[in-house]
Structure formats: structure tokens, C-alpha cells
């Protein structure tokens, strides 16, 4: 069945710290994503990418880094850490460009930013 | 930018009853619709999807309805069970190859 895996699933941080998110997938998908999730939205896309080595802007990529050094893992780093960016993260993977096929999503990750 | 509106936030229906919940999205080339479910505390895992080729779609209980003259989808709930109870959002591809999604519709199943 196919698997992605989030680290950490909860973090609390300081402001201007820095925070790395992991996701790694075992389904050979060549497009992983990350999304954040804030209380009464629906999912915005941050990064996403179709190739290890190369990674594309989303929607709110400000504040956000990414990193795919493989093709089963993709990072979410933010250098420096701010209020606003608690949230809940979640990566996922697809087949397809994500648009026509379906999504598989890791279990999030809880960010805590103080 | 394009926009998806999904209503209601909250819905709340006994069990045996029905439960729509809709989504209006704005671009004319949406192809591709996408209902995920998100239980309390997990991910979110795909529920039902239909091309615009398409106008219904059916299974796990629930049926989709797609009216591409409206530019409006619906996920209809004909009879709840506790199963049910969860976070349901629509998702709507745009022009620029990225899914739209709706803000969710938490739903609770009442005994």
C-alpha cells in the first residue's frame, strides 16, 4: 500500500529558529508537495516537485524552503520561524501531476511556532 | 486568482439521514474533481474523483454530482452512519495544472 511518512508529526519552536520538516515515500511517485493546513481553510500548496535535485514554487512559498534530494524524500525547511507559520503540514505524493491522479498524504506534521 | 467556495463549514445530520455538501469553483477549464475525507486526527485520503467527462459518480455511499454549467460540485450523503463523521473537502484542478481546494465541511453524525 502506499506510504508517506511525515517527522516530525508534532514540533514546538522558537521564533526566528529553524525547522526542517521530512517526508519520505515508498510509492516511486515522482511528484511530492507540501501543503499547510490552517484551521478553517482548505490545504495551500507551499512547494512541490516533479524530479529529485529540483523543486518548484507553489502558491505560498514565502518563508519556505525545499529541498528533494531523492526521489522518495522532500524537506520543508524554514530558516526563520515566525508566528504566522504554525500550521499543520502535510506532504504528499503522486503518480501524476497531482491534478489527474490521486493524492496519498503523509499523517501531517503539527507546527507550533512560540 | 481562480477561487473554490465549499459550503456549509459544519454540517450536522442524524444517522439514516442525508447530507450534501457543495463546492462552486470560478475556472471555466476545470477538468479534473476531487473529494478527500479527513478523519479526526489523520490524513486526508480520497474519497471520490470525476472528469469533467463525467457528471456522476457513486460509491462508499456517497454520490457526486458534478453541474459544469453552474461551475458547482456536490457530495451527496444519502444515508449517514457514524463512519461518516469527518472533514470533507473538494479539491478543483485550475489552468495552471495545480488543484484549488475547498476550506472543508467538518460533518458530524449524530445517534
Known amino acids: 500500500e502506499a506510504a508517506v511518512t511525515q517527522s516530525p508529526r508534532s514540533k514546538v519552536a522558537v521564533t526566528g529558529g529553524k525547522v526542517t520538516l521530512s517526508c519520505h515515500q515508498t510509492?516511486?511517485?515522482?511528484?511530492m508537495y507540501w501543503y499547510r493546513q490552517d484551521t478553517g481553510h482548505g490545504l495551500r500548496l507551499i512547494h512541490y516537485?516533479?524530479?529529485?535535485?529540483?523543486?518548484e514554487k507553489g502558491d505560498i512559498p514565502d518563508g519556505y524552503k525545499a529541498s528533494r534530494p531523492s526521489q522518495e524524500n522532500f524537506s520543508l525547511i524554514l530558516e526563520l520561524a515566525s508566528l504566522s507559520q504554525t500550521a499543520v503540514y502535510f506532504c504528499?505524493?503522486?503518480?501524476?501531476?497531482?491534478?489527474?491522479?490521486?493524492?496519498?498524504f503523509g499523517e501531517g506534521s503539527k507546527l507550533t511556532v512560540l | 486568482g481562480e477561487q473554490v467556495e465549499q459550503r456549509p463549514p459544519h454540517l450536522s445530520v442524524r444517522e439514516g439521514d442525508s447530507a450534501v455538501i457543495t463546492c462552486t469553483y470560478t475556472?471555466?477549464?476545470?477538468?479534473?474533481f476531487f473529494w478527500y475525507k479527513q478523519e479526526p486526527g489523520a490524513s486526508l485520503q480520497l474519497l471520490m474523483k470525476?472528469?469533467?467527462s463525467t457528471e456522476i459518480n457513486e460509491g462508499q455511499g456517497f454520490t457526486v454530482l458534478l453541474n459544469k454549467k453552474d461551475k458547482r460540485l456536490s457530495l451527496n450523503l444519502t444515508a449517514a452512519h457514524p463512519g461518516d463523521s469527518a472533514a470533507y473537502f473538494c479539491a478543483v484542478s485550475a489552468s495552471n495544472y495545480q488543484l484549488i481546494w475547498g476550506s472543508g465541511t467538518k460533518l458530524i453524525i449524530k445517534p
Open positions: 516537485s516533479y524530479v529529485a535535485d529540483s523543486t
Open positions: 504528499a505524493s503522486s503518480d501524476g501531476t497531482g491534478v489527474t491522479g490521486q493524492l496519498y
Open positions: 470525476v472528469f469533467s
Open positions: 510509492n516511486n511517485h515522482d511528484y
Open positions: 475556472d471555466p477549464n476545470s477538468y479534473y
